[in-house]
């Protein structure tokens, strides 16, 4: 992640947008802020997927440090497939608990979760 440090505020917006939101939410975390992406999963509840054009869209633009969404219903522990998404798109992940509300950040090449709470 280089020097960019979490910023408090980052994670009180992925919070508020998971917590409005009865399905998975999922986004970026750029050098200039959060961005939310839409679910476009058939089962947005328990997965989440992205539109490739939007997430190449500020890929290209921004300064994207990590990927970020929710469990709806789960814990903030990453499933095998979070783990598999991260580590193809090659970027850290941070996972909020709606339930717990906990995060866990996490680096798929290191698999050393950090969890956390706010």
């Given at each position: 992640?280089?020097?960019?440090?979490?910023?408090?505020?980052?994670?009180?917006?992925?919070?508020?947008?998971?917590?409005?939101?009865?399905?998975?939410?999922?986004?970026?975390?750029?050098?200039?802020?959060?961005?939310?992406?839409?679910?476009?999963a058939i089962n947005p509840c328990c997965f989440f997927e992205v539109d490739p054009q939007e997430y190449f869209d500020i890929f290209i633009s921004k300064k994207v440090l990590?990927?970020?969404?929710?469990?709806?219903?789960?814990?903030?522990?990453?499933?095998?497939?979070?783990?598999?998404?991260?580590?193809?798109?090659?970027?850290?992940?941070?996972?909020?608990?709606?339930?717990?509300?906990?995060?866990?950040?996490?680096?798929?090449?290191?698999?050393?979760?950090?969890?956390?709470?706010?």
């Open positions: 992640m280089g020097s960019h440090q979490l910023k408090l505020s980052d994670l009180d917006k992925i919070k508020k947008i998971s917590l409005k939101n009865p399905i998975e939410s999922c986004g970026l975390v750029c050098s200039e802020g959060v961005y939310e992406l839409k679910n476009t990590f990927f970020w969404h929710s469990h709806v219903f789960g814990s903030e522990k990453p499933s095998d497939c979070d783990v598999a998404a991260s580590k193809e798109v090659n970027l850290p992940s941070l996972i909020y608990s709606s339930i717990n509300n906990k995060f866990c950040f996490f680096n798929a090449e290191l698999i050393k979760p950090v969890y956390f709470c706010i």
